[in-house]
Nanobody
C-alpha cells in the first residue's frame, strides 16, 4: 500500500508565493516520475510540472519562470514553489507519482487527494 499526501495549499494574493509539498509513503520499491497537476472548476486536469528520478524537469508553458519543482529522492518528496501567482492559477493541485511496490514490479500511477490553491486578484 502506497500513498501520496499533499500539504501547503491555501489562499494567496496575486503576485504572492505558495509552496506545495507531497510525501510518498508505504511499501515503495522505486519512484520514477513525480509531479503536480491541477484542475480548475469546469476544466480538465492538466500537467503543471514533472520531474524524473534523474532530475529532469518539464513545465507547462503557463507556469514557466514562475513555478519551480524540486524533489528529494531520499525523502520521497516533491515540492512545487509557486511565485508570482496569478488568479488563473486557482485550482485543486494534485500530486502524482509513478511508483512500484516491493510485491509488484510494475510502475503504477498514484494520486494524492488534492489541495486547494486560491489566488485572489
Amino acid at each position: 500500500q502506497v500513498q501520496l499526501v499533499e500539504s501547503g495549499g491555501g489562499l494567496v494574493h496575486a503576485g504572492g508565493s505558495l509552496r506545495l509539498s507531497c510525501v510518498a509513503s508505504g511499501s515503495i520499491f522505486s519512484i520514477n516520475t513525480m509531479g503536480w497537476y491541477r484542475q480548475a472548476p469546469g476544466k480538465q486536469r492538466e500537467l503543471v510540472a514533472v520531474t524524473t528520478s534523474g532530475g529532469s524537469t518539464n513545465y507547462a508553458d503557463s507556469v514557466k519562470g514562475r513555478f519551480t519543482i524540486s524533489r528529494d529522492n531520499a525523502k520521497n518528496t516533491v515540492c512545487l514553489q509557486m511565485n508570482s501567482a496569478k488568479p488563473e492559477d486557482t485550482a485543486v493541485y494534485y500530486c502524482n507519482a509513478e511508483m512500484s511496490q516491493y510485491d509488484s514490479p510494475w510502475l503504477e500511477a498514484y494520486w494524492g487527494q488534492g489541495t486547494q490553491v486560491t489566488v485572489s486578484s
